[in-house]
């Protein structure tokens, strides 16, 4: 699509697939039109190319549209403000370290880790540890991650037809009522203990226990799980897929990888629980995940309805059109990125020259619907990637770039098997 959106410059695309012909929306002013200037016009609601599976996961709440998102997105964004995130970095520093501490052993017998396998279980320990009170243990969270996991793969072939009715069976939809199943399975019982206890802890499993409606009622159990499945994929999703593609990215640039290790070797000391002031010494860390974003940005299709007729810049959209917005695509744009598939963090220099147009670069999508995790994964993902780099090297045991799959998310198709070794040992007391 990159290419197709290249040798259209300013123009909205209609694409033929099948029975429908989406409008791709590529340009940064359309893509701010939909998302923004006239979001009201463009939902996720209806019949869309992506939204009704999802429902399926995340039911009527932040995934969905209209008032019980809106209910919903109130209920879950205090927990994300930065002032409450930013109270949290040591918790979540500390739970980060204890889990790439279990990665000592491997490393001493030479023993190959999963890049996703492991990023998945330092993310899980640390969101447990600041989000669920510890009412989850790491082995069930890693658990609902991998069925999360199952959801994005199985939903690719509903993405490869999408002019396929959701009630037509397709390959997938099995492996995906299963996955949502086991997610409940591991979910639903925290929503009951909750419920059961009256529990005025502040974690985010009590929070949605005792949370009431626009009538003051409270949440039925069905709201509560729907916000905690969408919470729960909120908190983990982006980072553990993004931080896969950066250790192959990596070896590919070596010059990118010299600078990024003498940095963190330079800030962060080999048994550190990284605090804020470090944190914000990382600049060069904060310019590769920016780069990182750009190239593989987790959500990269974001389908939308038009509800009624509208025109985009001269193109006429007719009611119940499906529109296919695109950060990958976008960000990849050669009239908007110079050398757009050359992986350069100097892109996001602090003075280099600002971009062309706000939404050139949108990997948390925009408007009201922009991902409430955003913020998190500016801590998460430096506090992971800084504390795994000062302890370990690594390298890959299949050299190459992984390809991409087609998928809910932007995964790569094949494992990132990693064989990690000591870097520096902590000084002795």
């Known amino acids: ?86 109270a949290a970095i040591g918790d979540l520093s500390r739970a980060i370290s204890d889990a790439v501490d279990d990665l000592k052993l491997p490393a001493r017998n030479g023993q190959p880790v999963d890049a996703a396998d492991e990023i998945s279980r330092i993310i899980c320990q640390a969101v447990i540890k600041v989000f669920f009170g510890d009412r989850i243990t790491v082995a069930d ?19 490869l037809t999408p002019f396929m009715p959701d009630a037509v069976p397709m390959p997938g939809d099995r492996a995906f009522r299963q996955a949502v199943r086991n997610i409940d399975d591991i979910l639903l019982p925290l929503v009951h203990a909750a419920r059961a206890e009256d529990d005025e802890g502040d974690d985010i499993v009590a929070s949605l226990a005792r949370a009431r409606d626009a009538h003051g009622r ?31 990215l990596l070896e590919q640039q070596p010059d990118v990888a010299a600078r990024l290790y003498e940095e963190i070797d330079r800030v962060v000391g080999p048994d550190d629980v990284i605090d804020k002031k470090q944190l914000g010494e990382l600049r060069y860390l904060r310019m590769v995940l920016d780069e990182l974003l750009r190239a593989y940005p987790s959500g990269w299709l974001v389908p939308r309805t038009a509800v009624a007729d509208d025109v985009i810049d001269g193109t006429r959209v007719r009611a119940g059109s499906t529109i296919i917005l695109s950060p990958y695509v976008t960000q990849r744009l050669a009239r908007f990125w110079d050398r757009p598939e050359v992986f350069d963090p100097e892109r996001f220099a602090p003075d ?30 430096p506090l992971i990637v800084a504390t795994l780099l000062s302890r370990f090297r690594y390298r890959l045991c299949t050299p190459g770039m992984p390809s991409a799959k087609l998928a809910a998310s932007l995964r790569p198709r094949e494992r990132v098997p990693l064989l990690l070794t000591p870097h520096r040992q902590p000084a002795l007391a």
Not at 145 to 157: H, K
Not at 218 to 235: G, H, I, K, N
Not at 353 to 371: K, L, S, T, W
């Open 1 to 86: 699509m990159v290419g197709l959106a290249d040798s259209a410059p300013g123009r909205i695309v209609r694409l033929n697939l099948g029975t429908i012909r989406p409008y791709l929306v590529t340009e940064p002013a359309h893509v701010q039109h939909v998302l923004r200037d006239n979001a009201a016009n463009y939902t996720r609601a209806g019949d869309s190319m992506l939204w009704q599976s999802v429902k399926k996961l995340g039911g009527d709440g932040i995934l969905s549209e209209g008032p019980q998102w809106e209910a919903s997105r109130r209920r879950l964004q205090v927990h994300f403000t930065p002032k409450r995130l930013d």
């Open 141 to 159: 969270a890693v658990r609902v991650v991998a069925e999360q996991d199952t959801v994005a793969n199985a939903l690719r072939f509903r993405l």
């Open 218 to 248: 409270r949440l039925d159990e069905q709201r509560v799980r729907d916000d905690l499945v969408s919470m729960f994929a909120t908190t983990t999703e982006t980072t553990y897929v993004v931080l896969t593609w950066l250790f192959p």
């Open 352 to 381: 280099a020259p600002r971009r062309a147009h706000r939404y050139a670069y949108y990997p948390f999508g925009g408007g009201a619907h922009q991902c409430i995790g955003q913020y998190l994964f500016q801590l998460e993902a």
